[in-house]
């Protein structure tokens, strides 16, 4: 079963960028399509993108469409969230989530279709 651990969050100034990494081990990290999601304390956990098994298919919540990219290195069993214009309101614990599907191009995009979750890391984005 994949285990996964993000890393990469840090406070950062509105308007600056970071880059999240999420690490899986074992070796089906391919055959697992991939979502971050962030919470805020007292908030429901939210969705912010999804990416397919392979690179064919990404989704992006409205907020955060045109300012983050979701992309993966299955040959390093990573996934990246690339989150460029931070706003304060980004400021959040940003999880990684992953799913295992039969399709190559299907993404996911509510909490309850992830079955595996990394701890999250914290992102702080100061005025």
Known sequence: QVQLVESGGGL??????LR???AAS???????????????????REFVAAISRTTLTTYYADSVKGRFTISRDNGK?????????????????????????????VVRTTENEYDLWGQG???TVSF
């Not at 074992?26 to 908030?43: D, E, H, I, L, N």
């Not at 069993?77 to 191009?105: G, H, R």
């Open 12 to 17: 950062v100034q509105a308007g600056g960028s």
């Open 20 to 22: 999240l990494s999420c």
């Open 26 to 44: 074992g070796r089906t990290f391919s055959t697992y399509a991939m979502g971050w999601f962030r919470q805020v304390p007292g908030k429901e």
């Open 77 to 105: 069993n990573t996934v990246y969230l690339q989150m460029n214009s931070l706003k304060p309101e980004d400021t959040a614990i940003y999880y990684c989530a992953a799913v295992q599907l039969p399709w190559f191009d």
């Open 121 to 123: 890391t914290q992102v």
